[in-house]
């Protein structure tokens, strides 16, 4: 068995100039142009002069998508931006960081935010998206944003985030869509008259451009009869007529192209590739398994010395390679002559070759720090232990990164019953659940967690998982917190100096000190947590323990040595870009009091509303932490004159109670303040946005529909209505727009 948690790879993920840093680079520079491609210049006339701010180019594989954006990029006056997509892409913590870095190009405050794009959940629509649209917004230059392959990044939640983005392009900008598919957001574009459309029947080629491509790949004698016919039997198809130029330069005859666009893929493909050298073709085939490709990865991959040389030759031939960078250190196939490759690979050497292939590919990228694309090439080759192992290791620094749909995706490939046969990955899929505040899988898989019988395990694996278990226990409270304390003390007692869980356990330790009543030990507790968290790079425990020292500072009325441990937390959740994960709501309720208290009033308030956003995901998996949140956003609240919001807030409490009733000292506090609030005469103030009423608001950037939006988040139309009612009374507003207005100026949404 492995080690559940091993150290993190956060250096390969996040740092330095290793191949993850340079994969990204790359995706963002603008492509070379080929000045031999026929132009398609009147195309993007059109659209520069239309004026809108979304021009969607939407077409099938082949129809020169790609090529016609690197004609536009070449030649365009304005500043230029770039971003190529692929499915890793397919999350906002992914897509928005990848915008905004390409956006730096014309724009010094879009650097500035890359790191702010992380969050996940409702932060990523209702922080990241509208922070980035921010930037476009007020962008010093008139630009055009190219975003390439967006069909592989379909996801609802990245659509969603997209629309955002749209809707503030300044006039004279544009952002240019292409993918094979239109784009979910086109349809309420197209409504409001604000999209140019180039379609796949703008891209058809007619028998002058044909000509074009024939004169240009070295075919000029094929005949204007026979020329006719091709143009004919391809339908105009950009793809198919450069094949059969190929062809036809080979002493082919391309006049014999019949059938759909897949059909004579197919054939011109093979027509091409059955003309070059057996050893050509094999490096094709086996190449193909690459998304992107470098001559060292096709050296490592293909157990070859002679890559550059090979991959030259190729781009020479123009055999649909395609430059991802000026400097040609970077390629990809054409996608789909890449599909047609990785066919002729199964075909002629086997899905074990494949695999292989693809085994290979995740150890290279796992050597170089690129250990999520080392998942992807391990799923691909179904090696599902391999990469159950590996996802084990790297599954919550992607978290931390704001990846965790990612982490989801790969769950779902990995299966049921891969995850609970690998004790690991059932930790990390309970801690990614009570962590996210996701109640219903939570309790799946604490309860799959408590199926696991660790008895035929060898000594320290066994000793290791019941740490890991007793851990999830206790954080989720589960059976009270006594039994927290036993918990607790265990992994205490088994997590090693060296673990990268025991500034966990220490958290854990100083927690159940404080249920117990025990402030001293608490104290000692939480402060070893941090030192241990700081040398170990865990963020998430030196967010929680620094705003508990701040309160058993505050308890004895050391508020001096309260904003300090206060500045630590909000300090290390700025340094990391958590904003918005569960795990910051405490540190940003305890940092607003002291702000308060020191008579910064409107730093209070900001910070009191990203605590409260932050609450959203506080439920019952994290009893502790939820019931000390609301009871600091209410003290804060109270502070600042509004006794109704904390009312409200604990209300939230006994719903949290009702879950989890023993949980020791935490409660009789609660009653404590309640008691206090209801002795004095009720002078009235706010009705907070409920945590429901949270998750709905940043929907209303959208031009979703009500139905849509419970689509979203699994809810009904009706119950969708009546928060949306809720929402404008609490805010005081009639409308979306209003109300998303209202929402900023408080700050509900945005920065």
């Known amino acids: 068995m492995m080690r559940i948690v091993p150290d993190m790879l956060r250096e390969a993920l996040v740092g330095g100039r290793d191949l993850q840093s340079v994969l990204l680079d790359s995706k963002t520079q603008v492509p070379p142009w080929r000045t031999d491609a026929v132009s398609r210049r009147r195309q993007i006339d059109r659209a520069r002069a239309s004026d809108a701010r979304v021009v969607s180019l939407a077409a099938p594989a082949g129809y020169g998508k790609s090529t016609l954006l690197a004609e536009w990029a070449a030649t365009e006056s304005r500043a230029v931006a770039w971003v190529s997509l692929e499915r890793t892409d397919d999350e906002p913590a992914a897509l928005l960081p990848l915008i905004a870095s390409a956006c730096a190009s014309f724009s010094p405050v879009a650097d500035e935010v890359v790191d702010e794009m992380r969050g996940v959940g409702a932060t990523a629509l209702g922080r990241s998206a509208p922070l980035l649209a921010a930037v476009l917004a007020s962008a010093p230059r008139e630009f055009v944003l190219f975003i390439d392959d967006l069909h592989l990044v379909a996801s609802a939640a990245c659509q969603d985030a997209l629309e955002i983005l749209l809707a503030r392009v300044p006039g004279g900008s544009q ?75 080979a002493g082919g005859d391309a006049t014999m192209v019949t059938g759909d666009e897949r059909y004579v893929a197919d054939y011109l493909y093979r027509e091409c590739i059955e003309r070059l050298p057996e050893s050509t073709q094999r490096f094709l085939r086996r190449s193909a398994v690459l998304d992107q ?47 047609y490759l990785l066919v002729g690979l199964e075909e002629s050497e086997g899905s074990e070759a494949a695999a292989a292939l693809h085994v290979r590919a995740a150890q290279w990228h796992e050597a170089q720090g690129a250990p999520a694309t080392a998942v992807e090439h391990l799923l691909h080759a179904e090696e599902y232990e391999r990469a159950s192992a590996l996802v084990a290791e790297i599954a919550l620094d992607m978290y931390e990164l704001g990846q965790i749909t990612t982490v989801r995706r790969w769950f779902e490939e990995l299966g049921p019953g891969i995850l609970r046969a690998n004790p690991a990955l059932v930790v990390l899929r309970t801690w990614a659940s009570v962590l996210l505040g996701e109640v219903a899988e939570g309790e799946k898989w604490a309860a799959a967690l408590d199926q696991i019988d660790p008895g035929g395990f060898p000594d320290d694996d066994r000793v290791q998982f019941e740490s890991a278990r007793s851990m999830v226990n206790a954080a989720m409270c589960r059976h009270g917190h006594e039994q927290l304390s036993i918990d607790a003390a265990y992994a205490i007692e088994h997590e090693p100096l060296t673990s990268p869980w025991r500034a966990q356990a220490l958290h854990l330790s100083g927690s159940a000190a404080l249920l117990r009543g025990d402030t001293d030990a608490a104290g000692e507790a939480f402060a070893e947590a941090i030192e241990v968290a700081t040398i170990a790079s865990k963020p998430d425990t030196v967010i929680l323990s620094e705003p508990e020292l701040a309160l058993i500072a505050i308890e004895s009325g050391r508020w001096a040595a309260a904003a300090t441990h206060a500045r630590r937390g909000i300090d290390a959740i700025d340094a990391n870009h958590l904003e ?37 995901g506080c439920t019952h998996l994290l009893p502790f932490v939820s019931l000390r949140v609301r009871l600091q956003l209410a003290k804060a609240h109270v502070a600042l004159g509004d006794r109704s919001a904390a009312f409200h807030l604990l209300g939230e409490c006994d719903h949290v109670l009702r879950k989890r009733p023993h949980v020791g000292v935490i409660a009789l506090q609660i009653e404590e303040f309640r008691a206090g609030l209801s002795a004095e005469p009720h002078t009235g103030g706010t009705v907070p946005l409920t945590p429901a009423e949270l998750r709905l608001l940043p929907y209303l950037q ?50």
């Open 702 to 751: 959208t031009h979703l529909t009500i139905a849509e939006i419970g689509q979203r988040l699994y809810v009904s139309r009706n119950t969708v209505s009546s928060q949306l009612s809720s929402i404008y009374r609490k805010l005081a507003v009639t409308t979306r727009g209003a109300a998303v207005e209202r929402a900023v100026a408080v700050g509900l949404l945005g920065g």
């Open 175 to 249: 952002i240019v869509l292409a993918g094979r598919h239109e784009p979910a957001v086109l349809a309420r574009l197209r409504a409001q008259r604000e999209v140019w459309e180039i379609s796949a029947a703008d891209l058809t080629l007619d028998a002058a451009d044909a000509r074009a491509v024939f004169d240009g790949a070295g075919a000029a004698g094929v005949d204007e009869r026979a020329l006719a016919r091709i143009v004919d039997r391809c339908e105009g198809w950009p793809a198919g007529l450069y094949l059969c130029a190929l062809v036809a330069r």
């Open 580 to 616: 918005g994960y569960p795990t910051t709501a405490l540190a940003l309720a305890v940092a607003a009091r002291v702000a308060v208290h020191d008579g910064e009033r409107e730093r209070g308030e900001r910070l009191l509303a990203r605590g409260m956003r932050a609450r959203v």
């Open 293 to 339: 490709m470098s001559p060292e990865a096709c050296n490592a991959v293909l157990q070859i010395g002679d890559a550059r040389r090979r991959l030259r030759d190729i781009e020479a031939a123009n055999l649909f390679l395609v430059p991802m960078d000026r400097t040609r250190s970077w390629f990809r196939f054409h996608a789909l002559f890449r599909e």
